[in-house]
């Protein structure tokens, strides 16, 4: 019996490799820590924030740009302490960083962030998280 060989005059047939899409490494968020919410902390300060709905997160943000994330449990906190960004696209740049995790906004918001995840721009040279710019947002 012949071994089929096909037609010698055909092109070949181009097939489709699965090529996994190449992951980029993702940047680090620039944030505050804060003993207490330096945004959001007061109710009546709420109704004037500019705010940004970001895959299930809500961005609360000032008119100055500084913002902070709110998930279903309130403000995110990291390590007991609550975070604040100098603008949106670094609070977007954590919240991806939580989605690459399999976070979820419906999930408590007193969180654990690895410091390869963020760079604390208040933290002194010996490691410490600077108190004197609690009051760092003026709305």
């Known amino acids: 019996m012949p071994h089929k060989s096909g037609n010698p005059y055909r092109k070949r047939k181009q097939r489709n490799t699965v090529r996994f899409p190449r992951v980029e490494p993702l940047e680090r968020a620039r944030l505050t820590l804060h003993t207490h919410d330096p945004i959001t902390g007061q109710e009546d300060v709420l109704s004037s924030l500019f705010y940004e709905c970001y895959?299930?997160?809500?961005?609360?943000?000032?008119?100055?740009?500084?913002?902070?994330?709110?998930g279903k449990e309130g403000c995110l906190r990291i390590q007991g302490k609550y975070a604040c960004?100098?603008?949106?696209?670094?609070?977007?740049?954590?919240?991806?960083?939580?989605?690459?995790?399999?976070?979820?906004?419906?999930?408590c918001m007193n969180r654990y962030v690895s410091e390869d995840e963020y760079f604390c721009l208040n933290r002194d040279r010996h490691g410490y998280v600077s108190t004197a710019r609690d009051g760092l947002v003026a709305v």
Do not use: W
Request: with cysteine.
């Open 55 to 70: 895959r299930g997160y809500t961005i609360y943000s000032t008119k100055q740009g500084t913002c902070c994330i709110h």
């Open 85 to 107: 960004f100098p603008d949106v696209e670094q609070a977007k740049n954590l919240i991806k960083h939580f989605q690459a995790d399999g976070r979820t906004p419906q999930e």
